[in-house]
């Protein structure tokens, strides 16, 4: 009955010494209070998103939040989808761009 009491009063003992050293006394905290892991440089508000956004972009991770295999292949998919938008809007563009003689004779109006 003697060696319950003592190790009763042990763990006790043990405790209250982990919870005063976690604590730290009252004066100054041994544990700093910590900003929670949010996104910290997030999609552009103010431009296009384009592949280098998608590339540096970290999601935070949570012990119960999303699988990371999954969302990578997600993002990896976006970005390439972006990239490849681009160079087709590049494309447009710049065929556009030129001048309409420099792209030869229009067969719709009946000159051959």
Do not use: C, H, N, Q
């Amino acid at each position: 009955m003697i060696v319950f009491w003592f190790l009763l009063i042990a763990l006790v003992v043990v405790v209250a010494g982990v919870t005063l050293a976690v604590i730290g006394g009252g004066t100054e905290a041994v544990l700093p209070e910590v900003d929670p892991e949010v996104v910290a440089d997030g999609l552009p508000e103010t431009r296009p998103v384009v592949r280098a956004d998608i590339d540096e972009l970290r999601l935070p991770v949570a012990p119960r939040g999303y699988r990371m295999a999954e969302v990578d292949d997600v993002l990896t998919r976006l970005g390439a989808e972006l990239a490849e938008r681009d160079a087709r809007i590049a494309e447009l563009e710049a065929a556009r761009s030129r001048p309409a003689a420099a792209a030869g004779p229009d067969l719709t109006k009946g000159d051959r």
